[in-house]
């Protein structure tokens, strides 16, 4: 089972609760993989989210080992939320923070993930394949389209 910590508005001083339904109609969902790669997932959903007046959603997969409560992350929470903050301050574009408690990666994913939901995420290309490009297969299996922006 999964909990939502409180979702924020970057640039805005309000919280958005976790049930109430986003602006726009389409949202754009980054998938937080590394730093590296959320930070350059973010500028391809910033142009991809300006040609279709859509809304950028940051989902951030928090496993919480077993041995701990779920709602007790080894992150703190203020620490992982100002984090991630300063991540999306680094893209330059509007961004809704949805920072989600969780014991297994997989179930949140098919939860937090609206059917047919546009998922942006990055890694690099290898002719091996690499977790972020098994991440995005697994994705596509379950109907969502995905965008996968290269690290270079």
Not at 67 to 77: R, T, Y
Request: contains cysteine; glycine residues 4%.
């Amino acid at each position: 089972m999964a909990r939502t910590w409180d979702e924020t508005r970057l640039g805005q001083a309000a919280v958005v609760p976790p049930g109430e339904p986003p602006d726009s109609p389409l949202e754009v969902v980054v998938l937080h993989t590394t730093t590296e790669g959320t930070l350059q997932a973010l500028k391809t959903a910033a142009r991809i989210a300006q040609g279709l007046a859509a809304q950028i959603r940051l989902l951030v997969p928090q496993t919480v080992p077993y041995p701990l409560p779920l709602d007790s992350p080894p992150i703190p929470k203020e620490f992982t939320e100002r984090r991630f903050r300063t991540v999306a301050s680094e893209a330059a574009v509007e961004t809704r923070i949805d920072i989600r408690l969780c014991r297994d990666r997989w179930v949140l994913l098919e939860s937090a993930l609206k059917p047919r939901s546009l998922v942006v995420l990055s890694g690099r290309r290898s002719w091996w394949p690499t977790s972020e490009s098994r991440l995005a297969r697994r994705l596509q299996r379950l109907g969502h389209q995905v965008v996968f922006a290269d690290l270079t």
